[in-house]
């Protein structure tokens, strides 16, 4: 089982980042999606979940608005489109998969600064 994410980086902020989540070795289309995020010296926060079909999302307060998690099945992608970042945004972001079981991708850094 692998949840391989990407995208991430050092952007200004008002910019934009798309991270991507590449699974493989279980029934991605199976599985709730969600992005986590963990900011140093912070708990690990829920972004963002989608539903299996992908017709159910959810966001945190934080990001709504501004954030839009989206998949494809046949991709076995998850993404999480990041608009209008703010420092507050740095932080580590994982993405997760839920169902039988509970799978960890290893996170990609974003940090918002000038």
């Known amino acids: 089982v692998q949840l391989v994410e990407s995208g991430g980086g050092l952007v200004q902020p008002g910019g934009s980042l798309r991270l991507s989540c590449a699974a493989s070795?279980?029934?991605?289309?199976?599985?709730?999606m969600s992005w986590y995020r963990q900011a140093p010296g912070k708990e690990r926060e829920l972004v963002a979940t989608?539903?299996?079909?992908?017709?159910?999302?959810n966001y945190a307060d934080s990001v709504k608005g501004r954030f839009t998690i989206s998949r494809d099945n046949d991709k076995k992608t998850v993404y999480l489109q990041m608009n209008s970042l703010k420092p507050e945004d740095t932080a580590v972001y994982y993405c997760?998969?839920?169902?039988?079981?509970?799978?960890w991708g290893q996170g990609t850094q974003v940090t918002v600064s000038s």
């Open positions: 070795g279980f029934t991605f289309g199976s599985y709730r």
């Open positions: 989608i539903t299996s079909a992908g017709g159910i999302t």
């Open positions: 997760n998969a839920r169902y039988s079981y509970d799978y």
